[in-house]
């Protein structure tokens, strides 16, 4: 089965430095790849995807992941952390192994920027 | 636009009582998810709606967990009878389409504690 892992359970970070919070995937075929984030008392939000293309995704506020194929990684990246960006994040692969095709979260990965 | 709509925000109730929970998606939106987010856990995918339709519920506890979208829009998951381990946050998110490469947007969640 398809499945994301996210072995750090929260990270630290001092504001305007920069931050990885770490993913690695086991999937059979081409992987397809998402982070999410979760602000406290808010539902998911999108952050990026990876299908194809350019090892390095681009997404919203100013997140970036590095697709590493031979590391089986996905790592969620910023240059320079904002106290804003503290929340929870998840890495997620699509699943169709089966009949239905759907995604995997991981656990997450609780983002502490510290002021 | 707006998002995702759910109901209640909260509730409380003892084991083996009966809940149900209220989703209105973004207008347009052919797909439907129920997630289950249990503490320390990424969001589980209960079931998936494809317009009316079921199109994966292969991790529904069936025995307890029932879930409906009538005219395909709005969407009630129901348990009966409930247990302590249902305590979780019940996410509500839909799509375009059925595919995970269409981004999921996802409602705040009904936060269920049983006691």
């Known amino acids: 089965a398809q499945s994301v892992a996210q072995p750090e359970d929260q990270v630290n970070v001092a504001e305007g430095n920069p931050l990885t919070v770490k993913c690695t995937y086991s999937v059979s075929g081409n992987p397809y790849l998402f982070w999410y984030v979760q602000y406290p008392n808010r539902g998911l939000q999108f952050l990026l995807k990876?299908?194809?293309?350019?090892?390095l995704v681009k997404g919203s506020y100013g997140f970036e992941a590095e697709f590493n194929k031979s590391q089986t990684s996905f790592h969620l990246k910023k240059p320079s952390a904002l106290v804003s960006d503290s929340a929870l994040y998840f890495c997620a692969v699509r699943d169709k192994e089966n009949r239905d095709d759907k995604i995997i979260f991981g656990k997450g990965t609780r983002l502490h920027i510290l002021p | 636009e707006a998002g995702v709509a759910q109901s209640p925000r909260y509730k409380i109730i003892e084991k083996r009582q009966s809940v149900a929970f209220w989703c209105n998606p973004i207008s347009g939106h052919a797909t439907l998810y129920w997630y289950q987010q249990i503490l320390g856990q990424g969001p589980k995918l209960l079931i998936q709606?494809?317009?009316?339709?079921?199109?994966?519920d292969s991790q529904l506890p069936k025995d307890r967990f029932s879930a409906e979208r009538l005219k395909g829009v709005d969407s009630t998951l129901k348990i009966q009878p409930a247990k302590l381990e249902d305590s979780a946050v019940y996410l509500c998110?839909?799509?375009?389409?059925?595919?995970?490469?269409?981004?999921?947007?996802f409602g705040p969640g009904t936060r269920l504690t049983v006691t």
């Open positions: 998110a839909s799509s375009l389409e059925w595919t995970p490469l269409y981004e999921q947007y």
């Open positions: 990876y299908i194809t293309g350019d090892n």
């Open positions: 709606f494809q317009n009316n339709g079921v199109v994966d």
